[in-house]
């Protein structure tokens, strides 16, 4: 029997998720029995095992002593320990104090909190530079939020937000200037047309090169 985690909310149908980690999730709506998630998850089963096989298979990010984070574009070597809850940037290591170095999810919380910290100051700086010419031709600066977004590098909201993804911070500050960038050129056209490559090419020059810096893969198998 498969184990899973049931998470009920108020959305209509069941829905499956296998995580990274190879753990089972299903949504469920307020009013399904028991029963009918459990004849759910068994009819799923060969596609759980698929999905399980296929998370196991893929290359990921370890949480350890001695595990490499892509930090701005450099390699960091991952240095944990015991103690009281603790990250610092020390050259080229990634000085990690947890109370339970031996998990890694408790290490990686550690890692993701200390990264959403960083990423504040340097969003902002990026924004900051970029923005100038746009404030000249009128522009409201738009608020940055940071997010974890699964698909988009960043974005620009009609109300104002730029928002940008927090995994950003692993790679060159070229390409999360050319994320910024590209969002900001959002604030003349909103769409991906002529003009907005005109603006770009005329803003960044070597915005294609940049672009291609995000297509490098992070992690080796
Ligand atoms: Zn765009």
Not at 43 to 53: G, K, M, Y
Not at 107 to 125: H, I, L, N, T, Y
């Amino acid at each position: 029997m498969t184990d899973y985690q049931l998470i009920r909310s108020k959305r209509r149908s069941l829905e499956l998720r296998v995580l990274e980690d190879g753990r089972v999730q299903v949504r469920a709506p307020q009013r399904a029995s028991l029963r009918m998630v459990q004849d759910f998850v068994d009819s799923r089963r060969q596609w759980i095992a698929d999905q399980q096989q296929r998370q196991a298979s893929r290359p990921r990010q370890r949480w350890q002593d001695g595990a490499t984070l892509a930090w701005r574009g450099e390699p960091l070597q991952m240095d944990v320990c015991e103690g009281r809850t603790r990250v610092a940037l020390s050259g080229p290591y990634l000085s990690v104090r947890v109370a339970e170095p031996e998990q890694e999810m408790a290490v990686r919380s550690a890692v993701e909190g200390w990264m959403r910290r960083q990423a504040k100051p340097v969003f902002e700086d990026s924004i900051e530079r970029q923005f100038h010419w746009f404030e000249q031709q009128g522009f409201v600066r738009p608020t940055l939020r940071i997010k974890k977004m699964r698909t988009r590098w960043g974005s620009l909201s009609a109300r104002g937000y730029i928002n940008l993804n927090m995994a950003l911070l692993h790679y060159p500050a070229d390409a999360l200037d050319y994320v910024v960038m590209h969002e900001l050129c959002h604030l003349k056209h909103m769409d991906h047309g002529p003009g907005f490559h005109a603006l770009m090419d005329a803003r960044m020059p070597d915005w294609r090169h940049r672009k291609t810096l995000l297509e490098q893969p992070l992690f080796q198998p």
